[in-house]
Structures are given as structure tokens and as C-alpha cells.
């Protein structure tokens, strides 16, 4: 979507909002936040509030470049498949996510964190890699949580050398489903 003076914008990397008053430059605008109160920022930093949540909701249920990792090297069963990595981070989920709330994002990205899992279950695959990041834990603890809720599934933090801090590996051990209903 392409800014124009007048826009109502919100800050990529700041709480709040403002009116653009004018481009400074090619990368820069000026933005009034409050009566009177007039501060430059760069164009890449605004998000334009005239999405609607209709727009934003509009995601595909995978994402257009995903493949599953498949490391077919040591294989215990004939049809089983050694890993699938998915990324979880909600820039590689949705290309435009700007406007969303945080409970709207992590809603997103759960529910593919599901659809992945029972992927992973019913399609034989012994480990599962989710990529979520560090942050301040709130998607990871989630993970963590529903994962309690499966029969034959263990978890632990991934290797650090592969995915850093940010990502849990699962490993499917039984084909049972939850304990309860998910």
C-alpha cells in the first residue's frame, strides 16, 4: 500500500499513531502524533491503518515457499520421514501482518503450529522442529503447553548450533493423538 500525505499510520517500532504531514525525502516523513507535534521518521517504519482486518486475516493456510525438510539418510521405517522444520516467526506466515494485535498474531500462529503437528503425526515423520524465536517466550510456553496435551510425544529445546535459542524440537515416539481435545 503506498503512503500519501494525510494517511493515518502507526509506528512499526513505536506504540502509537500520527497523520503524515509531508515527505521529507524518500525514506523519511514527517508525522504529527498529537496537536502541534510534528516528528520525522523513516517511510519504513510506518504502518498505514486503512487495512482492514478483513485484508489481514487473509492468509494462506500454508505459506507460498514452504517445503518440509526431509532428511532421508536414516530412515527406522520404510515410510517414516526423519524431519520437518517449520519457522513459526509470523513474517514468514503472512506477508502483511502490520495493524494485527499480538493475541491476533499468536492465534495465527498457533493454529499452524497444529496443523504442522498432526501433519507431522499422521505423516510418519519422526522429529518436528519449530522455529519460534526468543522474544519474551509467550509463543514458546504455548507450544509447550499443548504439547503436554499429547500421548507419544517428547520436546526439548532444538540444537543451539542449527537453530539458536529460538526453536523446540519434538519428537514423535507413539501415533496417539491428545489427551484431551486440543
Known amino acids: 500500500?503506498?503512503?500519501?500525505?494525510?494517511?493515518?499510520?502507526?509506528?512499526?517500532?513505536?506504540?502509537?499513531?500520527?497523520?503524515?504531514?509531508e515527505f521529507?525525502?524518500?525514506?523519511?516523513?514527517?508525522?504529527?502524533?498529537s496537536a502541534g507535534i510534528e516528528i520525522d521518521l523513516p517511510i519504513k517504519e510506518l504502518v498505514p491503518m486503512a487495512l482492514s482486518l478483513k485484508d489481514i486475516r487473509a492468509f494462506p493456510k500454508e505459506p507460498n515457499n514452504y517445503q518440509p525438510i526431509v532428511n532421508s539418510s536414516k530412515k527406522s521405517k520404510s515410510h517414516a520421514k526423519d524431519e520437518m522444520?517449520?519457522?513459526l516467526h509470523?513474517?514468514?506466515?503472512?506477508?502483511?501482518?502490520?495493524?494485527?494485535?499480538?493475541?491476533?498474531?499468536?492465534?495465527?500462529q498457533i493454529k499452524h503450529f497444529r496443523r504442522k503437528l498432526e501433519m507431522a503425526i499422521t505423516g510418519h515423520f519422526t522429529?518436528?522442529?519449530f522455529i519460534h524465536g526468543v522474544?519474551?517466550?509467550?509463543?514458546?510456553?504455548?507450544?509447550?503447553?499443548?504439547?503436554?496435551?499429547?500421548?507419544?510425544?517428547?520436546?526439548?529445546?532444538?540444537s543451539y548450533q542449527k537453530f539458536g535459542a529460538g526453536a523446540t524440537e519434538?519428537?514423535?515416539?507413539?501415533?496417539n493423538k491428545s489427551r484431551g481435545s486440543i
Not at 521529507?24 to 502524533?33: N, Y
Not at 509470523?90 to 495465527?108: A, R
Not at 499443548?146 to 500421548?151: A, G
Open 1 to 21: 500500500m503506498q503512503l500519501k500525505v494525510g494517511d493515518t499510520v502507526r509506528f512499526l517500532n513505536e506504540k502509537g499513531e500520527g497523520i503524515i504531514k
Open 24 to 33: 521529507i525525502s524518500a525514506f523519511k516523513a514527517r508525522v504529527e502524533i
Open 85 to 87: 522444520i517449520v519457522d
Open 90 to 108: 509470523i513474517e514468514k506466515l503472512l506477508e502483511d501482518h502490520y495493524g494485527m494485535g499480538n493475541s491476533e498474531k499468536l492465534d495465527i
Open 127 to 129: 522429529k518436528i522442529v
Open 135 to 158: 522474544g519474551n517466550g509467550v509463543l514458546r510456553q504455548t507450544i509447550r503447553d499443548l504439547l503436554r496435551t499429547y500421548e507419544g510425544i517428547e520436546y526439548s529445546d532444538a
Open 170 to 175: 519434538v519428537r514423535i515416539v507413539s501415533r
